[in-house]
């Protein structure tokens, strides 16, 4: 089971940039890298996954090493209402994926 | 309706009361999934459904007893609740058991048990 390790909370202002890193020393061969963004009393949502190298949409981009031990979440110009908990997850099948507890962002005006 | 919705969003409940939280999706999925998020507690899987069939129990206490009659309903039912039990309980899906496919939450039962 791979478990990660991300930064208890971070805080930014609007209109910057925001890096995310999670490490996943023990990441398997199979695992996919996941990251789902949590509001207090919902559901957490999908942001974005990815294999390898960079992925990006509409709302975020994912950069991942080589070696894959470590991703980083990316979020362009963040507004108030991306104040949320970002969770990173890696695995292969929903059944062996770990939440941990996620990085609490918060932006301020 | 779209998406994935859960009925009651709050419930309260006695310790001998028996009561069921309810989820169905709209999105043709083949996996449904219970979790437990507790106040300062990271997010717990709780059981796994694939294809109407369990295919993961996480040392879950038998209180909890979840039903799939079919792909698109999921059902937790429960009985003789500690207050401990306390805390949003949310249902997800997904195309299947894969990661490759995102999973889609529910906006939760908030239970409380007094």
């Known amino acids: 089971l791979a478990k990660t390790t991300q930064p208890i909370s971070m805080d930014s202002y609007e209109g910057q940039e925001v890096n995310i890193t999670c490490s996943h020393n023990n990441i398997a061969t199979n695992d996919y890298i996941t990251w789902y963004q949590q509001f207090p009393s919902q559901g957490p949502r999908f942001i974005i996954q990815?294999?390898?190298t960079k992925v990006t949409n509409e709302v975020a981009s994912l950069f991942i090493p080589a070696d894959r031990k470590s991703s980083t979440l990316s979020l362009p110009r963040v507004s108030l209402s991306d104040t949320a908990v970002y969770y990173c997850?890696?695995?292969?099948?929903?059944?062996?994926?770990?939440f941990g507890s996620g990085t609490k962002l918060n932006v301020k005006p | 309706e779209t998406g994935v919705t859960q009925t009651p969003r709050h419930l309260v409940m006695g310790m001998t009361n028996k009561k069921s939280l309810k989820c169905e999706q709209h999105l043709g999925h083949n996996a449904m999934y219970w979790y437990k998020q507790s106040a300062k507690k990271p997010l717990e899987l709780m059981f796994v459904y694939s294809l109407e069939e369990r295919v993961e129990n996480n040392s879950v206490p038998s209180r909890f007893s979840p039903e799939c009659p079919n792909s698109s309903h999921l059902f937790l039912h429960l009985h003789t609740l500690q207050p401990e039990d306390s805390a949003l309980y949310l249902c997800?899906?997904?195309?299947?058991?894969?990661?490759?496919?995102?999973?889609?939450f529910g906006p939760g039962t908030r239970l409380t048990v007094t």
């Open positions: 990815g294999y390898k």
């Open positions: 997850l890696v695995g292969y099948n929903f059944n062996k994926f770990y």
């Open positions: 997800a899906s997904s195309q299947s058991g894969l990661a490759t496919h995102e999973q889609y």
